[in-house]
């Protein structure tokens, strides 16, 4: 037994002295050109060639980005400052010839300027750095740990990140230095580099580190309060923080973008105006979306998603459940933080209801394909996606509050959909350290449930059937009324400032039929010259049934196209507390407040 313990130390010892190092620096000297300078010093090279690989996506939003698109420059060196042979062998790799040659320096530089939580940007005010669009790996190397040197451009003080300070002391005078498990680890930490605000707050045991950059009306002391609210209501759905150290970094922009979800740190892009009033609640509730990922999606998650694979798409069926389940509780923590009544989160949860009945989407794409397709379809929609696709976030959100209703009515009050949550939190990522299939995920469902659960994800995830609302909401005291009505209707939107242009035409609609089309110019109605705000004027006085024509003009060709007013019922559902029924004392379990 000895033997063979001191054999596997042998060979550890053995694999690690010979396994190669890489260490990366980053440099910004001339911000205004939007240029981050990377090197990778990379030691203990053996074999006759490596391929260096830049990420062709951003783990969390889901479509290629091609990252490689960005970089310049690529220069590789020996030990003696020799250049080395480098070519080019696919869109995002670099083939260095090292036969020989025991350490490569690599230099390249990478244009930074989409400033979003999924892109990265550097200018005179500040840079940010979202890892996978900056840093390149070694291909076969993603598991080598390695450290992160920053020189920050000289108007810049703060470096703001989760990356851990190494155990040895800082190397080089002017830059602060960052440690690294591996790849994964390197690019899940956001660095903001600049002038930012920061300030922290201790929550759920965690320290919290908040980073914000940009003008806006901001309060750092009610931020402190409520951020630390939202942080220990989020965690009160699992019950435990896995996370000793976190980091916000906020970005204040004139077009806020939402945020980006990391292992021990979220990036949020908001509008600048944003902390007041209800866009304040929107704001917190981003807060508690990108922090209940910690959980949903960077621990309980699917097995495609970590470690991932920044080659190519990494397909699953379940972001119904990752960014679903998220936005459910990102409305319903609102909730339980006391920022929003009973009604007012009935009010969100019937505006997602309607929206997904709503939509012709609704009954053309599963959510299982929603999520599967977000590479081609959530995250690229053309003029059609309307009547073709449906949102695994909207969709996801009314199954987790149907699965939250079932659960509460079947154990009586005393379990909820976070009970399910801790399950696959404990069940399935603490014990087995790993993503779990889809399987595994109907079979600790249907156990949980201690039904078979099979129909159910077939009908509503597999499939686009129309869930019984009532009686589900009904099983905990919440009454859903059917209000539509059938209303005259053409079914195109068009632009309403100076030309109305068409932008969708619904399916099977009064418009489609008729043969308008997308882009087409809508000059004139009933002969005569018409805009926008006329257009809809006229529009609206039409019942259905009546005939009128369009003068359009396509692609400089004019036409006239004779229509007629058709008809639509747009479903509409109104969701009501029922504090007679003998169950509302579940509904007062559903929308429980926690006490502060
Ligand atoms: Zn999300």
Not at 51 to 66: A, F, H, L, N, Q
Request: glycine share 6%; proline share 3%; aromatic share 12%.
């Amino acid at each position: 037994m000895l033997k063979k313990i001191l054999l596997i130390v042998c060979v550890i010892l053995s694999f690690s002295s010979y396994s190669i190092t890489i260490d990366y620096s980053l440099r910004m000297p001339k911000p205004q050109n939007h240029y981050f300078e990377v090197e990778m010093k990379i030691t203990k090279v053996s074999s006759k060639f490596i391929d260096i690989k830049m990420p062709v996506w951003t783990p969390g939003s889901y479509m290629i980005r091609e990252f490689s698109k960005n970089v310049n420059l690529v220069v590789a060196k020996d030990e003696l400052g020799n250049n080395l042979n480098v070519n080019k062998i696919s869109k995002n790799t670099w083939r260095i010839q090292t036969k020989g040659i025991k350490e490569v320096k690599i230099n390249y530089e990478v244009y930074a300027f989409e400033l979003s939580a999924r892109s990265s940007f550097l200018d005179q005010s500040h840079g940010f750095v979202s890892g996978s669009s900056i840093f390149m790996y070694v291909d076969g190397e993603k598991e080598t740990n390695g450290k992160l040197d920053i020189y920050p451009h000289e108007d810049f003080n703060v470096i703001s990140t989760s990356l851990p300070k190494p155990r040895d002391s800082i190397r080089f005078e002017n830059a602060k230095t960052f440690a690294f498990t591996n790849f994964d680890h390197l690019v899940d930490c956001p660095i903001e580099i600049g002038n930012q605000d920061v300030f922290e707050f201790t929550a759920a045991g965690v320290k919290h580190t908040v980073a914000i950059y940009g003008v806006g009306n901001y309060d750092v002391e009610k931020l402190k309060k409520d951020m630390k609210n939202v942080v220990e209501t989020t965690t009160s759905v699992i019950g435990q923080n896995p996370n000793k150290f976190y980091t916000f970094i906020i970005h204040n922009v004139t077009d806020g973008q939402g945020g980006l979800e990391h292992v021990n740190s979220a990036t949020l892009s908001v509008d600048r105006w944003s902390y007041q009033g209800k866009q304040y609640i929107d704001f917190l509730s981003l807060v508690a979306h990108e922090y209940f990922h910690l959980w949903n999606v960077k621990r309980i998650r699917p097995i495609e998603l970590g470690p991932f694979n920044y080659d190519q798409e990494n397909y699953t069926t379940l972001l119904w459940v990752m960014e679903g389940f998220t936005s459910y509780y990102d409305e319903l923590l609102m909730r339980r933080a006391r920022y929003l009544t009973e009604q007012e989160y009935l009010q969100k949860l019937n505006s997602v209801l309607n929206y997904v009945e709503g939509s012709e989407g609704s009954r053309v794409q599963p959510v299982a394909h929603a999520s599967f397709d977000a590479w081609i379809k959530g995250y690229r929609p053309n003029e059609n996606s309307s009547n073709t696709t449906m949102t695994y976030y909207s969709r996801g959100q009314l199954i987790g509050a149907m699965l939250d209703a079932k659960i509460i009515a079947k154990f009586e009050g005393n379990k909820s959909l976070d009970d399910f949550m801790r399950t696959l939190y404990y069940k399935l990522y603490k014990n087995k350290d790993r993503g779990f299939t889809e399987q595994e995920f109907e079979q600790t469902l249907s156990d949980f449930m201690r039904e078979d659960m099979h129909d159910f994800l077939a009908m509503y995830v597999y499939d686009t059937k129309v869930p019984n609302y009532a009686e589900i909401f009904n099983l905990i005291g919440v009454n859903v009324e059917y209000t539509g009505v059938k209303k005259a209707y053409f079914g195109m939107s068009y632009s309403k400032e100076g030309i109305p242009t068409v932008k969708t035409i619904r399916t099977n609609a009064e418009a489609e039929n008729a043969g308008v089309s997308v882009h087409d110019e809508i000059i004139g109605f009933n002969g005569f010259r018409i805009d926008g705000a006329s257009l809809e004027a006229s529009l609206a006085a039409l019942k259905t049934g009546d005939s009128f024509n369009l003068l359009v003009a396509r692609d400089q060709i004019i036409m006239e196209i004779p229509c007629k007013m058709g008809e639509i019922e747009i479903p509409n559902f109104k969701l009501s507390i029922n504090n007679s029924s003998t169950n509302s004392q579940l509904c007062s379990y559903w929308l429980r407040t926690i006490s502060k």
